[in-house]
């Protein structure tokens, strides 16, 4: 399995801004798409930013303008930047990676391997 370590989640106001981080671990994430994906408490995954090994980005409609995905293959490492937050958003934040995937699609699929994840949390 294509495990992470993902960090950065916290608790954070309405409008604010948190930057995530996901480490592969155990493997070398040069050659893979690598999504960004949500959890919350009720409901499944669900996609939010994907970005492929060119560096191509998707993300959901719900996050356009707000969130940026980022890669730095030197540090094995993709990032998301969160800017004004929404209650919405809030969620366990996990990644995945994919090869020979659509990123559309693989924003869409659900059934990777979810480790550990990182907490995020928007409330006043």
């Known amino acids: 399995q294509l495990d992470f370590v993902e960090s950065g989640g916290g608790l954070v106001q309405p409008g604010g801004s948190l930057r995530l981080s996901c480490v592969a671990s155990?493997?070398?994430?040069?050659?893979?798409?690598i999504g960004w994906f949500r959890q919350v408490p009720g409901k499944g995954h669900e996609g939010v930013s994907c970005i492929s090994s060119d560096g191509s980005t998707y993300y959901a409609d719900s996050v356009k303008g707000r969130f940026t995905v980022s890669r730095d293959n030197a540090k094995n490492t993709v990032f998301l930047q969160m800017n004004v937050l929404k209650p919405e958003d809030r969620g366990v934040y996990h990644c995945?990676?994919?090869?020979?995937?659509?990123?559309?699609?693989?924003?869409?699929?659900?059934?990777?391997?979810w480790g550990q994840g990182t907490q995020v949390t928007v409330s006043s």
């Open positions: 995945a990676a994919d090869r020979g995937v659509r990123l559309q699609t693989m924003c869409t699929m659900t059934s990777y391997y």
């Open positions: 155990g493997f070398t994430l040069d050659y893979y798409s």
